[in-house]
């Protein structure tokens, strides 16, 4: 099942940065969700077993233990693709990381929000499949897992361009965070849960 996700993972964000990392990486990035406590993992299936869709968050404290985690799958995806080096997003998405150890935080940034809260870090829906309310389903079965983790908030951060995800958010009660706007073009949403 991990290896059908990374699939659809490489073919809905084929043009994101982190497909450019390659399958392998992808699949340790989806095996990180599934088998860590303090995340959660989501699929939706087809009458055929097919993985359509699917939903990964982690724990607003824990997200640091993946990037650990996979660092050594990305060091060896940056040897056999170094052209990543040359992509704008990879030295954004490295300054979005670095930069927070260099100065204060930005109040954005502090996730204010209740704890504990965990991050919707992504959603993906096989296009075939859009339209069909699969992603609003996974949207609902993440928000019912995380309320039974006695989860208070949930937030997530998604590109400004990315109309049908904001729309998706929307709808499902989430709000844009005030003055988000991040170097890499994201915008954050939040959502607090009963």
């Not at 699939?7 to 599934?34: C, D, M, P, Q």
């Not at 361009?161 to 994201?186: F, H, I, M």
Request: proline residues 4%; contains cysteine.
């Amino acid at each position: 099942m991990v290896s059908d996700t990374a699939n659809l993972h490489v073919e809905i964000f084929s043009a994101y940065l982190n497909s450019r990392f390659g399958k392998r990486y992808i699949t340790s990035y989806i095996n990180w969700f599934v088998h860590t406590n303090e995340a959660l993992a989501i699929a939706a299936v087809d009458d055929e077993r097919r993985i359509v869709g699917y939903a990964l968050g982690v724990s607003s404290k824990h997200g640091y233990k993946m990037h650990r985690a996979l660092r050594w799958v990305v060091v060896s995806s940056l040897i056999i693709r170094p052209w990543i080096l040359c992509d704008k997003r990879f030295w954004q998405e490295a300054r979005s990381r670095i930069e927070p150890l260099a100065r204060p935080v930005k109040t954005c940034d502090q996730h204010n929000l209740p704890q504990p809260s965990i991050a919707l870090v992504t959603i993906g829906v096989h296009p075939a499949y859009r339209r069909e309310r699969v992603g609003l389903h996974l949207m609902e079965a993440f928000e019912q897992m995380a309320t039974s983790c006695k989860t208070q908030s949930l937030y997530a951060w998604v590109f400004e361009d990315n109309v049908s995800a904001r729309q998706l958010y929307e709808k499902c009660g989430w709000q844009p965070y005030t003055n988000s706007l991040s170097t890499r073009g994201s915008l954050k949403y939040f959502k607090l849960l009963d």
